[in-house]
T-cell receptor, first 112, second 114 residues
Framework: DAGITQSPRHKVTETGTPVTLRCHQTENHRYMYWYRQDPGHGLRLIHYSYGVKDTDKGEVSDGYSVSRSKTEDFLLTLESATSSQTSVYFC???????????FGQGTRLTVV | AQTVTQSQPEMSVQEAETVTLSCTYDTSESDYYLFWYKQPPSRQMILVIRQEAYKQQNATENRFSVNFQKAAKSFSLKISDSQLGDAAMYFCALFSSNDYKLSFGAGTTVTVRA
């Protein structure tokens, strides 16, 4: 299995609080992605990274920010959590982008 | 901008029969790659098949094959001799070599009837 872990795996937080999700890889893959999965919407891209300190927005980036200060870690921050951000979040990594992407186990986030 | 559309939320197939899942996409790029991923109830994402856009030949992996129609921007997945273990949600995905974006569709849930 590809070395990719997400933390935490589950989190309940209150509206208005900041939340940071971590994606850690041991594969030295260049590309890292954050998605949210919601029923009826599939996987929607939030932000992605194509190298250290190189990031870009996906289709649902509002209310989210990311940072990648080293190859192995890609952090997703919800600046002020809202109930609409309740979701399952997946991180994915890819060596060359056009090859297989490997996914973390997912983080179930509930905003109350 | 690139989009991936899966218009079939659910499909049902009898065991040993064939089912075809539809996927259409839109991109202005010429260098891109297409994928089908499977997500069983465990939520683990598994690569099913991959297609390079510059190749005309349709990709095949055992019982899984694609029908890649580049001009129509269509990328359907055919599952032959369906098995109970094929029951899962299937996602179509597009990677653009220009901006490194990996986009997914909304998914199709496949149910296999014994």
């Amino acid at each position: 299995d590809a070395g990719i872990t997400q933390s935490p795996r589950h989190k309940v937080t209150e509206t208005g609080t900041p939340v940071t999700l971590r994606c850690h890889q041991t594969e030295n893959h260049r590309y890292m992605y954050w998605y949210r999965q919601d029923p009826g919407h599939g996987l929607r891209l939030i932000h992605y990274s194509y190298g250290v300190k190189d990031t870009d927005k996906g289709e649902v980036s509002d209310g989210y920010s990311v940072s990648r200060s080293k190859t192995e870690d890609f952090l997703l921050t919800l600046e002020s959590a809202t109930s609409s951000q309740t979701s399952v979040y997946f991180c994915a990594i890819s060596d060359r982008g056009n090859t297989e992407a490997f996914f973390g186990q997912g983080t179930r986030l509930t905003v109350v | 901008a690139q989009t991936v559309t899966q218009s079939q939320p659910e499909m049902s197939v009898q065991e040993a029969e064939t089912v075809t899942l539809s996927c259409t996409y839109d991109t202005s790029e010429s260098d891109y790659y297409l994928f089908w991923y499977k997500q069983p109830p465990s939520r683990q994402m598994i690569l099913v098949i991959r297609q390079e856009a510059y190749k005309q030949q349709n990709a095949t992996e055992n019982r899984f094959s694609v029908n890649f129609q580049k001009a129509a921007k269509s990328f359907s997945l055919k599952i032959s001799d369906s098995q109970l273990g094929d029951a899962a949600m299937y996602f179509c995905a597009l990677f653009s070599s220009n901006d490194y974006k990996l986009s997914f569709g909304a998914g199709t849930t496949v149910t296999v009837r014994a």
